[in-house]
C-alpha cells in the first residue's frame, strides 16, 4: 500500500491524504479542514472502491460558484497518483 497527500486548491479543505493498494483500491481518505460530515462521508464511500471508479463519479462535481469541489479535487488527486504509478 503507498500513500499519498494531495494539497487540493479553490476549496476549503486543505490537504487530502489517502492509501491506495496494489489493485489501484482506495484506502484511509482523510481531509483536512472543509465541511466534515460531508467529507468523512465521501471518505466511507469510498473506501475500497477502485480509483479509476471514483474518478468517474465525483469529477466535475461542483461547490457553489468555486469552479470545483472536495469531491472534484479528490478525483484530481487521484488521477496524480494513478500517474505516478504509472
Same mark, same amino acid.
Given at each position: 500500500? !503507498?500513500?499519498y497527500q494531495y494539497k487540493p486548491s479553490g476549496v476549503c479543505s486543505t490537504l487530502i491524504d489517502f492509501d491506495l493498494d496494489e489493485q489501484?483500491? @482506495?484506502?484511509?481518505v482523510k481531509y483536512t479542514n %472543509?465541511?466534515?460530515g460531508?467529507?468523512? &462521508? @465521501? =471518505? !466511507?464511500?469510498?473506501? %475500497?472502491m477502485e480509483a479509476t471508479k471514483v474518478i468517474e463519479l465525483l469529477s466535475d462535481n461542483q461547490c457553489k460558484d468555486k469552479g470545483t469541489s472536495c469531491a472534484d479535487q479528490f =478525483?484530481? &488527486?487521484?488521477r496524480k497518483a494513478l500517474s505516478e504509478r504509472g
Open positions: 500500500m !503507498k500513500h489501484d483500491r @482506495i484506502h484511509n %472543509g465541511c466534515d460531508n467529507l468523512k &462521508a @465521501i =471518505s !466511507k464511500l469510498t473506501e %475500497g =478525483s484530481k &488527486a487521484l
